[in-house]
T-cell receptor, first 116, second 114 residues
């Protein structure tokens, strides 16, 4: 069965400093992995996804994530935080609920705060 | 532009009432999903559909039902609302069942059951 663990429920950074949001996954096969972002009172937006091509994936708004199979990790990074990055971030693995494909399994989320 | 919409955006209801949340997508996607979002749980799958007349139970399906009479709509019904169903509900759709397929999410419906 697939699962995903976000190691921090809350991360706080200062504007202009790097961002690191950590995610570990568990999967019985080579998974597809996603990061979604949710701004306050908004829906979810895809940031980036890994689909077994390049292990370093670039997404929107300067975010990127690196797939490390040996560490079963898919951490999200950004070199310099902006105030507009304050949001909740979800690490997601492609699921197989009840033997059916196409489902997503979500981590519990990491809330990113950005201080001026 | 294609989109996915949900209505209502906010709903207050009483325990025991039947409630239906609407989801409409213009992507012409075969696959549609309902999730609920609760603090400390992320999003959890309620029901999903792979096409017209197809519905399947997800992880937290008790107390919910769906029907799929056309490609565009997947309404979610709470048969007899309970306080434990107070949550934010998200509808999503995708084009294929490939693992790498992106799901597109609606804006959410915030439901309060009193």
């Amino acid at each position: 069965a697939q699962s995903v663990t976000q190691l921090d429920s809350h991360v706080s950074v200062s504007e202009g400093t790097p961002v690191l949001l950590r995610c570990n996954y568990s999967s019985s096969y080579s998974p597809s992995l996603f990061w979604y972002v949710q701004h306050p009172n908004k829906g979810l937006q895809l940031l980036l996804k890994y689909t077994s091509a390049a292990t370093l994936v670039k997404g929107i708004n300067g975010f990127e994530a690196e797939f490390k199979k040996s560490e079963t990790s898919f951490h999200l990074t950004k070199p310099s935080a902006h105030m507009s990055d304050a949001a909740e971030y979800f690490c997601v693995v492609s699921g197989n609920y009840g033997g059916s494909q196409g489902n997503l399994i979500f981590g519990k989320g990491t809330k990113l705060s950005v201080k001026p | 532009d294609a989109e996915i919409t949900q209505s209502p955006r906010h709903k207050i209801t009483e325990t025991g009432r039947q409630v239906t949340l609407a989801c409409h997508q213009t992507w012409n996607h075969n696959n549609m999903f309902w999730y609920r979002q609760d603090l400390g749980h992320g999003l959890r799958l309620i029901h999903y559909s792979y096409g017209v007349q197809d519905t399947n139970k997800g992880e937290v399906s008790d107390g919910y039902s769906v029907s799929r009479s056309n490609t565009e709509d997947l309404p979610l019904t709470l048969e007899s609302a309970a306080s434990s169903q107070t949550s934010v509900y998200f509808c999503a759709s995708s084009e294929s069942l490939a693992d790498q397929e992106t799901q597109y999410f609606g804006p959410g419906t915030r439901l309060l059951v009193l």
